[in-house]
């Protein structure tokens, strides 16, 4: 598990995240909403902050 960043979390919340991550708890994958190319970033993110409605989590892809 890779974190590129985070806001408004703590070390303890990291902990109970990876926890819950690794123990199947946690559907990640249902989480992620939307998944972009990095080179797609800046524009899903101003996007994303102009409507965020339909978006949980936007996962920016290295790979994509």
Do not use: C, H, Y
């Not at 303890?12 to 972009?36: C, H, M």
């Not at 190319?37 to 409605?53: C, M, Y």
């Amino acid at each position: 598990l890779d974190i590129m960043g985070s806001r408004n979390a703590d070390p303890d919340d990291f902990q109970s995240v990876i926890q819950a991550i690794s123990s199947g708890s946690i559907p990640i994958e249902a989480l992620i909403t939307r998944k972009v190319a990095f080179e797609d970033a800046g524009n899903a993110l101003a996007a994303w902050s102009d409507d965020a409605t339909g978006i949980t989590k936007l996962m920016v892809d290295m790979d994509l």
